[in-house]
Every structure is written in structure tokens, then in C-alpha cells.
């Protein structure tokens, strides 16, 4: 069965602290690699998706990179408004259709 | 507003009743997910639709539990005789099948308590 853990569970950063969130995963045969931004109480926003070893994605001030056992969400200068809930999920090959998720990290920025 | 919508987005039931959530998924697309989503977990899938047809069921989904799509549209999804288990976020989703993007969009979610 697909798996995925997300490390760490909470990261507290003063606004402009650059940090990296980290997403494991097993897959029998990655499809594709999916980062989302969840606010309390509100469904995942669509961040990312990463297909293959060596893709970044790049918004604003996330960017997103993939290896073959794990992904990275790389926070620059960040700002309060990027305190949220960051969730990783995946998809195998042998699906088109079900996304497997972490339990996500909560960050949040100090101003 | 072009997203997914959810409807009701909070529901306060009592243990034994049925309850029932619709979802609008985005209009292009084809394809409908619901998930559920527990507190510090992420979203669990539990069944999707292609158009009218319900493809896949999880395992997570018991026998109250029934989800419908008629007319490749709306969804609905009903659960009977509700337990307290069953308290949490029901999230819907939708994205266009097309062989080349596997993104999902996500509503905001209906919050189901049960006392």
C-alpha cells in the first residue's frame, strides 16, 4: 500500500526564516507527486505536481522538488500569510484516480 | 465562483440519523472524488465517479454509506444510521480526464458532527 510521511509535524519560523518541509513516500510506481495548502477549515488548495526525479515547480515563494524516495517544499523569506497546513499526496501508476496523503506539516510564520 | 462548491458546510447530527451532502463540481470536468478527512490526518479516499458512473468504492466505505452522481453532475453522498465514528470533514473534488494532468481541485469541505 502506498505510504506517505511528512516531516516535521509543526514548524514555527519567524517571518523571512527559510525552511524545507519533507515528504517520504512508497509507491509501487510513482505517477505523480502532489503538494497542497490547506487553511483551518477549508479544503487542500492545488500547489504542485511533480512527475519525475529532478522536476521543481516554483510559486511565488514555494518551490517544490522531487527525488525518487522523496519531495521537498522549500519555503524562501516567508511571510504570515503562509502559515497553513502543507499536505503531500500520491498517486501510482496503477491508479488514475485515488490520491494517497501525508498528515501534513503546520507552518506558521511570526511576523 | 468557479470552483467546487459543498453543501451544507457544517451538519450537527444526532447518533442513529441519516444525513446527505451535495457537491457541484467544476463544470468542465469529469471526474468526482469524495475523501474524508479526519483531525491532523490527511484526506482518506473513499470513492470517485467518472461522468455517472461510480468506478471505485474504498474499503473505507461501509454499507451506510452511498454516493451518487446522476447525470454526470452534482453528487451526493448519504450516510445512514450515523456513529460518532463517522464525525469529520467531507471533502469533494473534481478534475478533467484527459490522460495528460492528474490534478484534483478540492471544495471547502462539509463538517459532520455527530453527538
Known amino acids: 500500500e502506498d505510504q506517505v510521511t511528512q516531516s516535521p509535524e509543526a514548524l514555527r519560523l519567524q517571518e523571512g526564516e527559510s525552511s524545507s518541509l519533507n515528504c517520504s513516500y512508497t509507491v509501487s510506481g510513482l505517477r505523480g507527486l502532489f503538494w497542497y495548502r490547506q487553511d483551518p477549515g477549508k479544503g487542500p488548495e492545488f500547489l504542485f505536481t511533480?512527475?519525475?526525479a529532478g522536476e521543481e515547480k516554483e510559486k511565488e515563494r514555494l518551490k517544490a522538488t522531487l527525488t525518487k524516495k522523496e519531495s521537498f517544499l522549500h519555503i524562501t523569506a516567508p511571510k504570515p500569510e503562509d502559515s497553513a497546513t502543507y499536505l503531500c499526496?500520491?498517486?501510482?501508476?496503477?491508479?488514475?484516480?485515488?490520491?494517497?496523503f501525508g498528515a501534513g506539516t503546520t507552518v506558521t510564520v511570526r511576523a | 465562483d468557479t470552483g467546487v462548491s459543498q453543501n451544507p458546510r457544517h451538519k450537527i447530527t444526532k447518533r442513529g440519523q441519516n444525513v446527505t451532502f451535495r457537491c457541484d463540481p467544476i463544470s468542465e470536468h469529469n471526474r468526482l472524488y469524495w475523501y474524508r478527512q479526519t483531525l491532523g490526518q490527511g484526506p482518506e479516499f473513499l470513492t470517485y465517479?467518472?461522468?455517472?458512473?461510480?468506478?471505485?468504492k474504498s474499503r473505507l466505505l461501509s454499507d451506510r454509506f452511498s454516493a451518487e452522481r446522476p447525470k454526470g453532475s452534482f453528487s451526493t453522498l448519504e450516510i445512514q444510521r450515523t456513529e460518532q465514528g463517522d464525525s469529520a470533514m467531507y471533502l469533494c473534488?473534481?478534475?478533467?480526464?484527459?490522460?495528460?494532468?492528474?490534478?484534483?481541485?478540492f471544495g471547502p469541505g462539509t463538517r459532520l458532527t455527530v453527538t
Open positions: 511533480l512527475y519525475s
Open positions: 499526496a500520491v498517486q501510482a501508476r496503477s491508479n488514475d484516480y485515488k490520491l494517497s
Open positions: 473534488a473534481s478534475s478533467l480526464f484527459s490522460g495528460g494532468s492528474y490534478e484534483q481541485y
Open positions: 465517479f467518472q461522468n455517472e458512473a461510480q468506478l471505485e
